[in-house]
C-alpha cells in the first residue's frame, strides 16, 4: 500500500465523533495525538483517552479502525498511549464552539493548574454569564460537572478543566 499524507488520515477521522458528546470529533478533542506510517504503509494511530479509564476506548478504537478501512487502510493499528497525558487545552477552537453549541460549557484555558476557582466558576453556554456556581462535581460521565446560572436561571453541564 501506498503511504499516505498524515493530514489525509486526520482527515477522514474528523468521521470518528466522541461517543458521550457526538458532536465533537476526537481530533478537536484532541484526543488522536500521533499518526505514523512505516515504510510499507502501516497506519499507527495514537489516541489519549481523556481519562484513563474512559469506557469508549475500545468504542473509539473500532470506530477509528472502521474509518481506515472504508478509505482503503486494512494495514493499521490503533493504540491507546499515555506517552501524551490528555488536558483540556488540547480541545481546538472549534471544539470548543462545538461543546457551547452543544450546550455544554467549555472548560476554560489554564497554565496547567486547575485551580478551585477554575472548577467552580464556569460561563454560562446558554447567556453567556459567568454569574454561576458548581452544584456538583459529579455529572452524568466522569468528564462533566453540573453548575447553575443565576443570570438566565438555567442549569448545565461544564467539561471539565483537566
Not at 512505516?38 to 476506548?57: N, R, S
Not at 473509539?60 to 498511549?81: A, P, T, W
Not at 459567568?130 to 448545565?156: Q, V
Request: hydrophobic share 35%; charged share 25%.
Amino acid at each position: 500500500m501506498e503511504v499516505l499524507e498524515n493530514e489525509t488520515i486526520r482527515v477522514w477521522l474528523e468521521e470518528v465523533k466522541d461517543p458521550e458528546i457526538p458532536v465533537l470529533s476526537l481530533n478537536d478533542l484532541g484526543v488522536i495525538t500521533g499518526i505514523d506510517q512505516d515504510g510499507e504503509g502501516k497506519v499507527t494511530v495514537d489516541m489519549t483517552p481523556t481519562f484513563a479509564g474512559c469506557p469508549a476506548i475500545d468504542h473509539m478504537k473500532n470506530e477509528i479502525g472502521e474509518v481506515l478501512e472504508k478509505n482503503g487502510v486494512s494495514d493499521y493499528h490503533v493504540r491507546v498511549s499515555f506517552d501524551t497525558q490528555w488536558n483540556s487545552n488540547m480541545i481546538s477552537e472549534r471544539g470548543r464552539k462545538a461543546l457551547k453549541d452543544f450546550g455544554l460549557a467549555p472548560p476554560p484555558k489554564h497554565n496547567l493548574i486547575v485551580d478551585l476557582d477554575i472548577i467552580e466558576h464556569a460561563t454560562c453556554p446558554h447567556c453567556g454569564s459567568k454569574n454561576t456556581e458548581m452544584k456538583t462535581p459529579f455529572g452524568p460521565t466522569l468528564c462533566r460537572s453540573i453548575h447553575y446560572c443565576h443570570d438566565c436561571l438555567n442549569a448545565f453541564e461544564q467539561f471539565k478543566p483537566l
